[in-house]
């Protein structure tokens, strides 16, 4: 609720979303959408598009941007079952608010992966610099395990 800007205890969507590479899962998300969105996407409007584009398309305005944190966590009982791994194993938590249109904060998700398969990377350009790297850097992974790199694979 804080974090969509409504008071705690109002009713939200909640969208469950679980992710998988290879037939094996690599991460969960929660997606709560702001109460202004009730109605106003249905679950073939969720089912097979990326949240951000089903929202954009709902509310007819682009997707602003989006805070993000990201943290080591331990996995809880649910998490664990869903992700096939043991309850406090280590996971990556995501969380995320995308805001839309004036800034509106419209959806917030708490996206949970497995640390032994997914990796996280990111480019940040200095002031003036570069929007984006102009070399390629190769990297070499010791697992043959599948693992989804460089962001998100389906949401957030």
């Known amino acids: 609720a804080r974090r969509l800007g409504v008071e705690a205890g109002t009713q939200v969507q909640h969208l469950l979303r679980l992710w998988r590479v290879d037939g094996a899962p690599i991460g969960l ?3 709560c959408l702001h109460p202004s969105l009730a109605g106003r996407l249905s679950r ?25 944190e990201i943290e080591a966590g331990a996995a809880s009982l649910v998490v664990a079952g869903q992700l096939a791994i ?8 995501r969380r995320v608010t995308q805001f839309y249109g004036s800034g509106r904060p419209l959806v917030a998700a708490d996206c949970s992966y497995r640390a032994d398969l997914y990796r996280y990377a990111l480019y940040v350009p200095a002031a003036g610099g570069a929007s984006r790297p102009t070399v390629r850097v190769a990297s070499r992974r010791p697992s043959s395990r599948p693992r989804a790199a460089g962001g998100h694979p389906g949401d957030a």
């Open 86 to 93: 043991q309850p406090k194993a280590p996971i990556l938590i």
């Open 44 to 68: 073939k409007d969720l089912e097979h598009t990326h949240v951000r584009v089903a929202v954009a398309k709902a509310v007819r305005t682009p997707i602003r941007g989006e805070r993000v």
């Open 29 to 31: 998300a929660d997606f």
